[in-house]
């Protein structure tokens, strides 16, 4: 875990990174995560939590073993499998084409999956990335709307956190594929911008989902923690960030309009 001094040392190294690789334009641009996929060990008690606490503004796929529920531009994705983690997160890009997107990966040596009209990658920690066309999914259909009534009005994807396991390989990696530029501080990592969103690089020993984070509108915090206690939700307030915890222990950053993620 990186010291407040070692991310000051991190930051100059992938500061020097950047302008060593000025001359070399990101494979990429960027427009924002679009989706959060996450496996799940009950798909129905997964679904009523999601549901339950943030509205999830409305399911738009409903497939065996699968549900895609609407946040704002944004959806979040459940698959029931056997053993809880993230399946993958998506960052769209613009002017995608899955031919054109698969070739360059390819051609630098990535090896990618495709499936239909979507292409998947890994980075250096085997964590799965789809490259996504900057509409997926925005133009579809809600086939079950939300329920009136809810702890939390979601509104969209905010971030995703993951560990890593060597932060200046995965920096690397990530500014590389959309060149994307440190957004804010970490005390064991860096936060890099991907659009409106961000995506949180933190070292640690096991690979994978840290947190993600869903945008909610204004609410009062006691008021919500009292409205989690009722009904047996865990959640947890620390320095002015609320957290909670879905069925399979999956992280969830609750953030409010604020830009800091902070309840003030």
């Known amino acids: 875990m990186l010291t407040r001094r070692s991310f000051f040392a991190f930051s100059a190294a992938a500061s020097f990174a950047r302008h060593a690789r000025a001359a070399s334009a990101p494979l990429f641009k960027p427009v924002e995560i679009n989706h959060i996929a996450l496996r799940v060990l009950d798909l129905e008690e997964s679904e009523t939590y999601y549901r339950d606490l943030f509205g999830a503004p409305g399911i738009i796929f409903e497939k065996p073993g699968q549900r895609y529920m609407r946040m704002g531009k944004n959806f979040v994705a459940l698959f029931e499998k056997d053993e809880p983690a993230m399946d993958h997160f998506a960052v769209s890009i613009e ?44 133009a579809s259909p809600v086939v079950r709307e939300a329920p009136e009534k809810s702890i939390f009005k979601g509104s969209g ?25 440190q957004s804010r501080e970490a005390a ?21 989902l840290d947190h993600y984070s869903l945008a909610v509108e204004s609410y009062d915090a006691r008021t919500a923690g009292k409205a989690m206690r009722a009904v047996g939700h865990p959640y947890n307030r620390n320095y002015g960030l609320f957290f909670a915890w879905d069925p399979n222990r999956h992280r969830i950053e609750v953030a409010g309009p604020d830009a800091k993620h902070r309840l003030e």
């Open 95 to 138: 002017d995608y084409d899955a031919d054109a997107v698969e070739a360059k990966l390819k051609d630098l040596g990535h090896k990618t999956r495709r499936s239909s009209d979507f292409v998947y990658i890994h980075d250096p920690d085997g964590i799965e990335i789809q490259i996504a066309h900057a509409e997926h999914e925005m």
């Open 188 to 208: 064991n990592g860096a936060w890099l911008s991907v659009g409106p969103n961000e995506l949180g690089l933190f070292a640690g020993a096991d690979p994978g």
């Open 157 to 181: 994807v905010r971030h995703v956190a993951v560990r890593v396991g060597k932060l200046e390989r995965s920096v690397d990696f990530y500014q590389s594929l959309f060149g994307l530029q």
